[in-house]
């Protein structure tokens, strides 16, 4: 069996062609910020002091500009250039760890399935989320081959279950007046003799505001002033339609929100976006907010739901992680995401009472 690993370079390229990248360096300004010294940054990072010159030095002649700001008697400090570079190396981190994920994953089964070592991990098509990241990260704990994890639309998670691409979609719902507008794309393609939802958590979508909510925005209303920049999620999103919905209800036309065009694929790009300054508000799930040290104003109550084939949750990999979802360690870890209620996690909810928006009171039997 074996692993796939991809990480994010920026390369920085000058007019001579000469490059230097951005991996090495962004750590070091990190600690140079935190310490103030470039001396206790390098011993920090291993390095001579002056090898950490050098790399400070290379990377400036590459950009031409100084990454720090040197004042008597206050230490080291980072430049607004120097800023800019953190800004930059972790803004492209956010915006492509979920598009990457799902290309390793795709890349080590092929290559695993053409070796003959590929062994059926858990298949997973989910909307973005991070009670569903920690369901990864604890099967992985115990096996990395476990799982294999595709982040992409709700409907389009649904309807590969039902073509049986995947043994788990994962989806939301909003508890409000257009749940059942919401529900009716996904009745298209689940069969309620076939289908079971599992419930995995309670948790707000709302918007995300840079610390302090310098422009002042109290609501949805807000969006349609001129002077907020506005960050989307893409077309065919659960978030995007949620918005879209709660928007019109509010009397706002979409097209008339500054940056409703200016879309990014995860809760957790559209925090980075907010917080690197491009965008004032954005909107997603509470825990990118808070990790981003973003503002964020509740909007909506979700119920996020597993859909999976009843009859394959008795035996096996299904099984398993079933009771993963149920365990009091998994439902501990939930808990401490802002916004999050996992109270109910591991429930099996009849598929029309879970649609229309009933929890562990249609709970199916075991």
């Not at 043994?167 to 007046?177: C, K, V």
């Amino acid at each position: 069996m074996i692993e796939i690993r991809c990480v994010t370079e920026l390369i920085v390229r000058d007019s001579a062609g000469r490059e230097a990248s951005l991996t090495d360096i962004v750590p070091l300004l990190l600690l140079i910020d935190e310490t103030g010294s470039i001396a206790q940054a390098a011993e920090q990072r291993q390095l001579s002091y002056r090898h950490a010159w050098g790399l400070l030095r290379a990377l400036e002649a590459r950009l031409g500009g100084d990454l720090i700001d040197k004042a008597r008697g206050k230490g080291s400090a980072l430049s607004a250039l120097g800023r800019a570079v953190v800004r930059a190396h972790r803004l492209c981190g956010e915006r492509l760890d979920g598009p990457m994920q799902s290309v390793v994953t795709e890349v080590a089964d092929d290559l695993n399935r053409q070796l003959g070592a590929h062994r059926g991990p858990v298949r997973i098509h989910a909307s973005h989320g991070y009670a569903v990241a920690e369901l990864v990260s604890e099967l992985c704990a115990h096996d990395a081959s476990a799982v294999d994890i595709k982040y992409r639309e709700s409907a389009e998670a649904v309807a590969a279950l039902a073509r049986g691409e995947c043994d788990f979609a994962g989806f939301h719902l909003p508890r409000s007046a257009f749940r059942d507008l919401c529900a009716d794309i996904y009745r298209r393609s689940l069969d309620p003799r076939r289908h079971v939802l599992i419930y995995l958590t309670r948790r707000q979508q709302g918007l995300f505001l840079q610390k302090g909510n310098p422009k002042g925005v109290r609501g949805l209303d807000d969006l349609a002033r001129g002077d907020v920049r506005f960050v989307n999620r893409q077309p065919g999103s659960g978030t995007r339609l949620v918005l879209d919905l709660a928007l019109r209800r509010v009397g706002i036309d979409p097209a008339r929100v500054n940056g409703y065009a200016s879309t990014e694929l995860t809760h957790t790009a559209i925090a980075a976006f907010v917080a690197s300054g491009m965008a004032d508000v954005g909107f997603g799930v509470a825990p990118a907010a808070h990790r981003f040290g973003l503002d964020f104003i509740p909007i909506v109550d979700e119920d996020y739901y597993f859909a999976c084939e009843r009859m394959r949750l008795t035996s096996g990999p299904l099984a398993s992680v079933l009771a993963v979802l149920r365990s009091d360690a998994f439902r501990e870890s939930v808990s401490h995401l802002q916004g999050y209620d996992p109270t109910e996690c591991g429930t099996l909810v009849d598929l029309a009472a879970g649609l229309r928006g009933a929890a562990s009171s249609d709970a199916v039997p075991d």
